[in-house]
């Protein structure tokens, strides 16, 4: 059904801005759109047969009959229920694991084609899980079908973000080649270029670095595409940052592909500049050595650090020549400090600081921070000395990780500082002249690792405590010559000041002081946004709102600065604006109003910027939300004019007429879409039941729910999200009962995804009511 026919049946008409906003209630109330029982809310919403289980194989058997029908709801009901089953003290346990391997893989490949982060949840479950479920160990296998599933979802972020963190997912498994390989020829048959461009740049992150096949794959899919010249150039110099050699079959691959284009010119250019760069890069030009080298990777990867060090013992025996990068193949991609001893004691080597820093950086990378930092200290214990390839992951984790950023990780990260310094001491550093930008890390403390640090003194909580420290810090850069030379350290800086300040004046003079630094870079544009938001979350304790007039100083010097002003420049206020009013009771609004008005005064006033949709929205958003509702439906008109909205439009129009209790003005507006064929996706469908269920039409909004919304578009269908909105409003008249039964009815795909917890949501509902 269409979303004009719904509103129709609803049989409320249109009105104009300037009529009354609804018309007064009469005594009959309107028949419900169900007529249902009325009694208590039942806490009892799902089938017998899955409320009760007699054993382990009922399930099994259950989801063997939902994997070949893709039924990703019923299987997580399923899951839910296994689990539950065999994590239960005293339950019967089966003799053998209840599902085959097979099975778990076609249960993994369903849920990893439907992608969503909570399908994505289940499937590490279930890894985590595997010898409980199917009796094996999660191997490459079992990440093979999930990548070949999240492939045929096709959302390449999913993809590389499971590919990046496959270090911290169960067994620690650092993604194969051929799996990123899978993924980048993927991108290239389906003409996402820049993402495979980027995913290459990235894949280090996940312990595998790029090998020749990785940039044949890039290359060619830049020829297919038509690339530009210049984005030959930056693959080439992404190319340059790995240990890559000279290839000629590469070479030819690259004088080829430019023939083929019809730029002979080009061609021979780029097979110059790629011999010019790799060619004298090698290790060794001995085939025999290169081959050596490769098996012993190769057998420390596939086979473990025991086969592969005796590897390196028996070619000993043919001329090959151990050394400290042969610890290196040995270790690159384990975190065990036993593995490397073994190595030292087996092939008489000591290591260097590069094997520990190998090993510290794997540890970080499987998420291990208390076994990097213990790697670390074993290291010092064997007379290495601290220097920043050891140091660096280690600030770098504690720092920037928001899972563990509090003054404890601060502090430590300080600690390590301070072994750096000490093993580089100002009295040596400051003889040097200053590194150029650009150049690699020092071997003592840098710009980065002071940048590093302002940011964490600057997010921490008790910001006050590393203010004096932060002072201290720019003294050791001025006596180790060393600039900030990173505009985000400059940000950084000026944020740690500003959070010190004690108004809104101190704060600005505090900005000035740290941009006006001798040799302190300008800020960019991803700084000067960092500066504003800051600003509008400073509070001195006398509610007074951010100082509009404070906030547009610095906008006027990002424009001095040549810096262009940009959507987020008002979306940063404006959004908190709206968020301080939500704090608010009505009455109390009336400065932020006057505060938003302001900010739309300077927008509409700036000739160098024209708005976009998504800051127009958010005007509109903060208007209502300041219980400007006329403003807020002014700014709708105009864009519905000029045919520039979008569903984030719809939603928050929608929203203010249901917080203004205008149920005609949201009908007019539904009415005005569906006359020229516009679509609701899901959350301006949310937003459409939440706003009948404002103006008191619950029964309307479950029958939308139930029997309308997304039946024309499947991928708009309703969800958890949708359900709280029924039962948040359905607690004020004790009819949770009613809404779960119509679900449970209409909708039984939704019923059996319900979350356990929601029996706990919509108790708190009744008892705590929601806002009005």
Known sequence: MSLSRAVARLGYPAYSFARPAYRPPTSRRAAPAFRVKDRRFSTA?????????PDVNVIA??????????????????FHGLFRMLGEAGTDKPTAPPLKEQEIHGALSVLAM???????????????????????????????????GLITNGNPQTIFNWLISMPQKPRNITPTLI???????????????????????????????????????LFKALFDSGAPIKTFY????????????????FAKLLYDGFVKLGLVDRAQEMKDVYWKRFSARSRTTDPKMVEWTERIEREAEERGIIPATKLCKSLQRDGFSAGPHTLTLLIRHTHRLDHLRYAEAELDLKATIIQWAILVNNAVRIGDLSGALSIYEESKAAGIVPAAPLTHPLVNVLCTSSSTLDDAAIDRALELYKDLAEAAPISQSSQQAPKPSGSRHSSGPDANLYNILFRAFGASKNVKKYYPIALSLLEDMDARNIELENPMAVSALIIVVMRCSSSFDDALKGYKRICRRPNAPPLDAKGYHAILHTLTQLSFGNHEIPSIWHYFEIVKDMQVGGIEIT????????????????????????????????VHDHLTLDPSFTPDTMLWNQLMDSYQRVGLFA??????????ITERFNNASVAIIIDACGFARSWPMAAQVCLKLSKIGFKFNQRTWNAWVECMCRVGKLDEALKVVCLEMGKDQPKVAPDVNTVKVLLSFAARTNQQDEVMDRIKRYLPQLWHTLPDELDGYFIRQRVAGVDS
């Open 631 to 640: 403003e807020a439906y002014r700014v709708w008109e105009m864009l519905f």
């Open 179 to 217: 799996q990123w390989h899978m993924f980048f020829e993927w991108c290239a048959e389906t003409g996402l270029v820049k993402f495979l461009h980027h995913g290459v740049s990235k894949m280090h992150r996940s312990g595998r670095r790029p090998s020749l096949r990785t940039f044949e794959i």
């Open 114 to 148: 439907s992608g969503r982060h909570y399908d994505l949840d289940m499937v590490v479950k279930i890894l985590t899980d595997l010898p409980m479920l199917c009796g094996s160990e999660v191997g490459v296998t079992e990440y093979n079908v999930i990548l070949r």
């Open 567 to 598: 959507a987020p420049v008002y979306t940063i206020i404006l959004r908190y604006l709206a968020v301080l009013a939500a704090d608010l009771p009505p009455e109390e609004c009336e400065s932020i109003a006057g505060a938003v008005r302001r």
């Open 234 to 249: 930056d693959a080439l110099d992404l190319m340059e940052k790995t240990s890559l050699t000279y290839n000629e079959n």
């Open 45 to 53: 919403k799902h089938d017998p047969s899955l409320s009760y289980v």
């Open 61 to 78: 058997d259950k989801i063997r009959q939902y994997i070949p029908t893709a039924n990703v709801g019923a299987l997580h009901q399923q």
